[in-house]
């Protein structure tokens, strides 16, 4: 029991002792706080003396007064500091804005030259378009029939500037946006009728007969001096020279070949081709043919070469049209395709 007694001694004798030590701290700190308040509260006189016999100004101050009067003027101050390190900063955010904005500017320029670039290029288009209808005999015409003017090249015409800025440029490229929708229609009327006009000048004799387009003419179609005889006669093809023979002979149209044969007094070896509406063709003079009689050849495909056989001065290419029983200028159908576009307005 002795020893319960001691351990209970010594803790109430601990207790005590950190009492005693709070209350120590306590009056310790609560000793600080009231001097640093009687140090606030001390009062103290500013004379202001003038150097005239005037009246002297005499002010009471604290400590605690001008501890204020110092954190308001470091506020004001550090307030200064930091508004213009903002405003600094917001000098910077501006001249990045405004270098953008100006990159933008010439962008938007940039665009509108683009988009005045594009206007023109759409006047030429519609007039080409317009023409190739017209040639073509299409009764399709672009625009359509919205009275609104949404199709209407026209409308591009006589632009006005509007307080809008850019959205004029953008109601232009709608326009020409309708515009283009509208045209799809004649321009598939103008494919159908090319599609139908190609297979129709593969059916008439319509390109140069030399492979590559190569050669000259000779000698023309009609009264000529002949060249051997010197007397004046009619010439009832074209004479179409390379200078040399084994040149490929190519057939101008599609057809059937209905004539193989040789005339040593005449044509040489000649080949005579039947074609669609009535049209015959004959390619004379020959080195030699190379196809057989009832073989269908196609426009382009090699039927001989170019020779020196038969009634002739020199290798060369003696070509004939016929419609029918009557011989006709071969030249006019030569590269008709040609003709077709180089009639094109550029």
């Given amino acids: 029991m002795s020893r319960v007694h001691e351990y209970k001694k010594l803790e109430n004798s601990l207790v005590q002792k950190i009492k005693a030590l709070i209350i120590a701290f306590a009056r310790a700190i609560g000793g600080v706080?009231?001097?640093?308040?009687?140090?606030?509260?001390?009062?103290?006189?500013?004379?202001l003396v003038p150097h005239s016999?005037?009246?002297v100004y005499n002010f009471h101050i604290t400590v605690f007064s001008v501890c204020c009067f110092v954190l308001f003027v470091a506020g004001i101050i550090g307030t200064f500091f930091w508004y213009g390190a903002s405003y600094t900063n917001t000098l910077g955010v501006l001249a990045g804005k405004e270098g953008r904005l100006?990159?933008?500017?010439?962008?938007?320029?940039?665009?509108?030259?683009?988009?005045?670039?594009?206007?023109?290029?759409?006047?030429?288009?519609?007039?080409?378009l317009s023409w190739t209808l017209s040639a073509l005999g299409a009764d399709v015409k672009p625009g359509g029939n919205d009275q609104s003017g949404s199709g209407d090249l026209s409308a591009f015409f006589d632009i006005r500037e509007t307080p809008e800025g850019t959205q004029q440029e953008v109601e232009d490229v709608r326009r020409l946006a309708a515009y283009l929708s509208s045209a799809q229609e004649p321009i598939r009327e103008i494919g159908t009728l090319l599609d139908s006009q190609s297979a129709l000048l593969t059916e008439i004799p319509s390109i140069w007969p030399i492979k590559g387009g190569i050669g000259h003419v000779s000698m023309f179609f009609g009264?000529?001096?002949?060249?051997?005889?010197?007397?004046?006669?009619?010439?009832?093809?074209?004479?179409?020279?390379?200078?040399?023979?084994?040149?490929?002979?190519?057939?101008?149209?599609d057809g059937q070949v209905v004539t193989i044969d040789f005339e040593p007094e005449?044509?040489?070896?000649?080949?005579?081709?039947?074609?669609?509406?009535?049209?015959?063709t004959r390619y004379?003079?020959?080195?030699?043919?190379?196809?057989?009689?009832g073989q269908r050849v196609q426009q382009?495909?090699?039927?001989?070469?170019?020779?020196?056989?038969?009634?002739?001065?020199?290798?060369h290419l003696h070509y004939e049209v016929h419609i029918g029983s009557d011989v006709v200028d071969p030249y006019k159908y030569i590269n008709i395709r040609s003709r077709i576009a180089r009639s094109t307005p550029r």
């Fill in 33 to 47: 706080v009231t001097a640093f308040f009687r140090l606030l509260a001390r009062r103290y006189t500013v004379v």
């Fill in 53 to 55: 016999e005037k009246k």
């Fill in 102 to 128: 100006k990159d933008t500017q010439a962008s938007l320029d940039q665009l509108r030259d683009e988009i005045t670039g594009l206007l023109r290029e759409a006047r030429n288009f519609e007039t080409s």
């Fill in 223 to 253: 009264q000529n001096e002949h060249p051997i005889t010197h007397q004046y006669y009619i010439h009832k093809g074209i004479d179409l020279s390379t200078y040399r023979s084994g040149d490929p002979i190519v057939v101008t149209a």
């Fill in 266 to 280: 005449g044509f040489g070896n000649y080949v005579i081709i039947k074609h669609k509406h009535g049209y015959y």
């Fill in 284 to 293: 004379a003079h020959l080195q030699k043919a190379a196809v057989r009689i």
């Fill in 300 to 315: 382009g495909e090699v039927i001989g070469y170019i020779g020196n056989t038969g009634l002739s001065t020199g290798p």
